[in-house]
């Protein structure tokens, strides 16, 4: 009965994220922005589902600016339910239309679905995800102008060695 209980508990508290809103003051690379919530607090804010090229990398400076264009100094809404490692907020950011910013930059080619962490996304975004990317891919958008993108988790670790 308890591992029931510790299960459910452990959906629950995937199930119930939280929200809060504010102003997008600054954009760190092309996954990560900065949020100026209704309690002035400035919230570093990872995108979910989402892997952006790093500044250093093929494309980084052009996601970056995508994700720029997108959000600086407009109010954004974030749903989240857990910190990284780094202690990021991570989330999924919607402009006040509606519009999922991390499902544009994968559409627009300036980011890949971070399948490593899909399983943490709702379903019906883990899906839209996955086809906005291979979407992308095919007609050739962004970053997959390039005839072989390293996506950034590889790039990462090539750089640790």
Do not use: N
């Amino acid at each position: 009965m308890l591992a029931l209980i510790g299960a459910f508990g452990l959906v629950s508290a995937i199930a119930m994220a939280a929200e809060f809103s504010g102003m997008v003051v600054g954009v760190s690379d092309g996954d990560t922005i900065k949020v100026l919530d209704d309690t002035h607090h400035v919230r570093v804010v990872r995108l979910m589902g989402i892997d952006a090229p790093e500044k250093a990398q093929a494309w980084g400076q052009r996601s970056k600016q995508s994700l720029s264009d997108l959000v600086f100094q407009k109010t954004v809404s974030v749903q989240w339910s857990k910190l990284d490692k780094y202690g990021r907020t991570v989330g999924k950011v919607v402009m006040s239309e509606g519009l999922d910013v991390c499902l544009e930059q994968i559409t627009l080619g300036m980011a890949w679905h971070y399948k490593q962490y899909a399983g943490e996304q709702p379903a019906d975004d883990r899906g839209q995800y996955a086809e906005a990317k291979e979407m992308a891919r095919k007609s050739g958008v962004g970053l997959w102008q390039d005839k072989g993108p390293v996506p950034p988790w590889v790039w990462r670790h090539s750089k640790t060695k």
